[in-house]
Nanobody
């Protein structure tokens, strides 16, 4: 099992920026990929962005061009830079990590964007 700790959520006006951070606890497990998902009330959890151990990035179509994932999966750390935020980006953002043990989720951090 891998424990994940997120930070960086908060409230911002539309058009603003926020940066989320996620760090995994020291573990003997090898993490193959880390990423971010989000969930807003009444909706299913959706992909925001993922980063593989060898640096391959993927993005959900709603955030592509506005959000950037970065970090070093080998060092168990990933970040999410969110620019040009919209009210529809309001959600709880969850960090995710996957490897041989399965997947782990962080507790989530709230992002609220006011228009």
């Amino acid at each position: 099992q891998v424990q994940l700790v997120e930070s960086g959520g908060g409230s911002v006006q539309a058009g603003g920026s926020l940066r989320l951070s996620c760090a995994a606890s020291k573990t003997i497990n090898i993490i193959n990929g880390m990423g971010w998902y989000r969930q807003s009330p009444g909706k299913q959890r959706e992909l925001v962005a993922t980063l593989t151990r060898d640096g391959y990035e993927t993005y959900g179509y709603l955030v592509q061009g506005r959000f950037t994932i970065s970090g070093d999966v080998a060092k168990n750390t990933v970040y999410l830079q969110m620019n040009s935020l919209k009210s529809e980006d309001t959600a709880v953002y969850y960090c995710n990590a996957g490897g041989g043990w399965g997947t782990s989720w962080g507790q989530g951090t709230q992002v609220s964007v006011s228009s």
